[in-house]
């Protein structure tokens, strides 16, 4: 099973896999009856999530809304640090995630918006290099698992910095490796050694250690947010989060 999921994920494009999969997730589904994880996001119980990853990783998918330890992290974070869910705010969404938009677009409080490249997804097509947004716009902008594919992630984080508001934030996560510090080669555009290099056929850089810091040079504010540590261990069990992984929140900088 584990390894029929991995060459899905591989071979299936993503925007393909989030449309057609949730009825073939809901049926897998049935095998994994139980109560002792929960989707914070879905609220649906299992026995345990299912597998993914390229190396699949235990115990990560949520079937019903697709959910991954980063996703239902996030939500947390939302619920518990944030008020995301109560005040009056206009959101930037860039590549949204297919267990948010629903809910988030269904929150009376947001003005909400979702802007992608090319994903169905979303509402807006753009291109993050160059917001098609006036300065001061959002009070929150997400940018999840994007940076790591554009040309400039430094001059995408500029952008940010300047559609936020004062006092704005958002949360910027990417895939984040044990390196000291970040790789990238634009010469590099053949997909193969682009998978051998940055991990994915279609990344374009790794990010190493050095992301936070690396992303502060665009003006933003960037926070490396460690709220699952302050969870309890039932907690991080009950939602299958990622004990060590990092929240990057920014706040609008100069
Ligand atoms: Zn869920």
New binding site residues.
């Given amino acids: 099973m584990k390894s029929v999921i991995s060459l899905v994920i591989r071979y299936i494009p993503r925007p393909i896999l989030q449309t057609v999969s949730p009825l073939a997730m809901k049926a897998l589904s049935l095998f994994n009856r139980g109560n002792e994880v929960t989707?914070?996001?879905?609220?649906?119980q299992y026995k345990k999530?299912l597998p993914y990853g390229r190396k699949a990783r235990e115990n990560a998918l949520?079937?019903?809304?697709?959910?991954l330890e980063r996703?239902?992290l996030m939500w947390l974070y939302l619920q518990e640090k944030t008020n995301f869910f109560t005040g009056s705010l206009k959101v930037l969404h860039v590549a949204p995630e297919h267990?948010f938009i629903d809910r988030f677009e269904a929150l009376p409080n947001l003005e909400y918006i979702t802007a992608d490249i090319e994903s169905p997804l979303a509402k807006v097509k753009m291109d993050v290099h160059s917001i098609p947004f006036p300065d001061n716009s959002f009070d929150v902008v997400f940018c999840n698992h994007v940076l790591e594919h554009v040309d400039d992630d430094i001059l995408a984080c500029s952008e940010f910095n300047r559609v936020l508001k004062s006092g704005g934030w958002g949360i910027l996560q990417s895939p984040v490796y044990d390196l000291e510090k970040t790789i990238e080669d634009k010469t590099i555009t053949d997909p193969a050694e682009r998978e051998r290099l940055f991990g994915q056929r279609d990344h374009v850089r790794k990010f190493g250690k050095d992301y936070a810091e690396r992303l502060r040079k665009s003006g933003l504010q960037i926070e490396e947010n460690t709220f699952v540590k302050t969870l309890p261990e039932e907690k991080v069990k009950r939602f299958a989060l990622a004990p060590d992984e990092i929240i990057f929140v920014c706040r609008k900088g100069n």
Avoid: E
């Fill in positions: 989707c914070p996001i879905c609220n649906s999530f949520c079937p019903s809304c697709l959910a996703h239902r267990c």
